[in-house]
């Protein structure tokens, strides 16, 4: 049985707490709504990031492997003499999107040059094709990387609107509304009870009236 709030038993009050308790079932209903959704929608964004997150390690797996093969065909002052000075140039920018009140990075990123040659810092001559597939399978992994910050990042921040619509869902259907719901029995009840002591005090007097008046009890 839910506790009820300590208010006066009056009408004036019975009718603010019907009011109340109108506003918390609305919301009730509407966090629930809440709540559903953003479930429906994580669940979508931690299935893209697990396929993002085995697109990103399978690239760089790749890379890597194309990085120990270069060192292995290449002398560490050449390889590190053709990486030392990069020509291209990549610019980040980071903005929001709104996911159900939730704030959620979209990052998208510029390259100074749009030739994709410019990716390779160095000449052709001295360096192992290896490396150059390296930073080839570097760059392609890139835009899934972002794609994959972007989804934890997401998949964070919605976890954490998550639980906290939990929270206030479990609030009003658990706390609120059980003490709304049993105070505007217990306020209903009085009413109910000083009318009854009322009518009985109104018979009362009229009976003494009666009696007064004419000498008998009024059926």
Do not use: W
Not at 1 to 11: D, F, G, S, Y
Not at 50 to 75: H, P, S
Not at 91 to 111: Q, Y
Not at 158 to 185: F, W
């Amino acid at each position: 049985m839910a506790e009820r709030l300590q208010v006066n038993p009056t009408r004036m009050e019975l009718t603010r707490l019907k009011k109340k308790l109108a506003t918390a079932t609305r919301g009730h209903k509407l966090l629930k709504d809440k709540r559903d959704e953003l479930m429906r929608l994580f669940l979508e964004r931690v299935r893209e990031n697990r396929r993002l997150r085995k697109q990103v390690e399978a690239g760089i797996l790749a890379a890597n492997k194309d990085f120990m093969l270069a060192r292995a065909a290449m002398q560490d002052p050449v390889l590190n003499t053709a990486l030392l000075a990069p020509k291209q140039k990549v610019s980040l920018e980071s903005t929001t999107e709104n996911v159900m009140s939730v704030e959620v990075p979209k990052f998208t990123f510029h390259t100074r040059t749009p030739q994709e040659s410019d990716m390779f810092s160095y000449g052709f001559a001295f360096t192992s094709g290896d490396l150059d597939d390296a930073i080839e399978s570097l760059a392609a992994v890139f835009p899934a990387m972002l794609r994959l910050a972007e989804s934890e990042k997401a998949c964070q921040l919605m976890a954490s609107e998550i639980e906290k619509t939990r929270r206030r869902v479990n609030a009003l259907e658990h706390v609120m509304i059980p003490q709304l719901q049993e105070t505007i029995r217990y306020i209903t009840m009085k009413l109910d009870e000083n009318e009854r002591s009322t009518q009985v005090r109104l018979m009362k007097v009229k009976d003494m009236m009666l009696q007064e008046a004419h000498g008998y009890e009024s059926l």
